[in-house]
């Protein structure tokens, strides 16, 4: 049923594939395009995210700013490093938690499979320490989340 | 003993859940594990109380040295996270579809 995998790789990468029902033109537009990230690019339910700054040109900039509506947020800054529409794009970003985690570089690759895409998204951290600091930080919204929800049951 | 209230109440806090995905690359000294937390030894010995008690971590003699390691209900705990990260991502794609599908409905010129 899941469409996604998400694995690691040696000690410093994460790779992450999942196929898509659209075109990689679609894909990529929805990736590239901010009044289409802010639509999904929201993590666990109830965050949104009011800023949404995407350069879309190698050099560009990125930020995104996410909110769960009661005082909670944070935000990421990037710059893309190339771009080939509608196949690939490179870029880095760096979580402000305030203090900046160490770069995430992360290669997306778009590729036809059928009438639909296969996205393939390879990130690479410094070192092993940094990747596991930052699936850390990842589960950590997963985890506030089921512990704010347990709260409520309690 | 697994208590599953004390692995609960010790995954409670983000310090400990951080050592635990540090130990998850593999062995580790107090020293290593104090490193990328700004704290003092004593601080992050607490904090590996809490995890051992909790039987998320084991002690190893080494010498000198106590390097910790996941322990079974450790490595399950961490399991779990990635589980749950699983689901925010996939959260996130199963919206994209939606906004695929709507891409697809809405537009039918091309723009370059």
Same mark, same amino acid.
């Given at each position: #049923?899941?469409?996604?995998t %998400?694995?690691?790789?040696?000690?410093?990468?994460i790779?992450?594939?999942r196929?898509?029902?659209?075109p990689?033109e679609a894909?990529y537009?929805?990736?590239t395009?901010p009044? %289409?990230?802010?639509?999904? %690019?929201?993590?666990?339910?109830?965050?949104?995210?009011?800023?949404?700054? !995407?350069?879309?040109?190698?050099?560009?900039?990125?930020?995104?700013?996410?909110? !769960?509506?009661?005082?909670g947020?944070f935000?990421?800054?990037g710059?893309?490093l190339?771009?080939?529409?509608?196949n690939?794009?490179?870029?880095?970003?760096?979580m402000?938690?305030?203090?900046?985690?160490?770069? !995430?570089h992360i290669?997306?690759?778009?590729?036809?499979?059928?009438?639909?895409?296969?996205?393939t #998204?390879?990130m690479?951290?410094?070192d092993?320490?940094t990747?596991?600091?930052?699936?850390?930080t990842? #589960?950590?919204?997963?985890?506030?989340?089921?512990y704010?929800r347990?709260?409520g049951?309690l | 003993?697994?208590?599953?209230?004390?692995?609960?109440?010790?995954l409670?806090d983000?310090?400990?859940?951080?050592?635990?995905a540090r130990?998850?690359?593999g062995?580790?000294?107090?020293n290593?594990?104090?490193?990328?937390?700004?704290?003092t030894?004593?601080?992050?010995s607490?904090?590996?109380?809490?995890?051992e008690?909790?039987?998320?971590?084991?002690?190893?003699?080494?010498?000198?040295k106590r390097?910790?390691?996941?322990?079974k209900?450790g490595i399950?705990?961490?399991?779990?996270?990635?589980?749950m990260?699983?689901?925010?991502?996939?959260a996130?794609y199963?919206?994209?579809?939606?906004?695929?599908?709507?891409?697809g409905?809405?537009k039918?010129?091309?723009?370059?």
């Amino acid at each position: #049923m899941s469409k996604m995998t %998400l694995k690691t790789e040696g000690d410093t990468h994460i790779i992450v594939t999942r196929r898509f029902a659209a075109p990689p033109e679609a894909v990529y537009r929805a990736h590239t395009d901010p009044k %289409l990230i802010q639509k999904w %690019l929201l993590g666990p339910e109830g965050w949104t995210m009011p800023v949404c700054i !995407n350069e879309a040109k190698a050099g560009g900039k990125i930020r995104y700013e996410w909110t !769960n509506g009661k005082g909670g947020g944070f935000h990421i800054t990037g710059e893309y490093l190339e771009l080939e529409p509608y196949n690939r794009i490179v870029h880095v970003e760096r979580m402000h938690l305030p203090d900046p985690t160490p770069d !995430n570089h992360i290669e997306t690759r778009f590729e036809a499979d059928g009438a639909g895409t296969l996205m393939t #998204m390879r990130m690479t951290l410094p070192d092993g320490k940094t990747r596991a600091a930052m699936l850390a930080t990842g #589960m950590e919204r997963g985890m506030e989340a089921s512990y704010v929800r347990l709260e409520g049951m309690l | 003993m697994y208590d599953l209230d004390d692995a609960f109440s010790a995954l409670a806090d983000p310090t400990r859940r951080a050592i635990l995905a540090r130990l998850a690359t593999g062995e580790a000294t107090v020293n290593e594990l104090a490193e990328p937390f700004e704290m003092t030894q004593p601080a992050i010995s607490q904090h590996l109380k809490v995890l051992e008690d909790a039987g998320l971590i084991v002690r190893r003699v080494e010498g000198t040295k106590r390097p910790r390691r996941l322990a079974k209900a450790g490595i399950e705990a961490i399991d779990q996270w990635l589980a749950m990260l699983r689901k925010a991502l996939e959260a996130n794609y199963d919206r994209l579809d939606e906004v695929l599908a709507g891409m697809g409905k809405h537009k039918k010129g091309k723009k370059r």
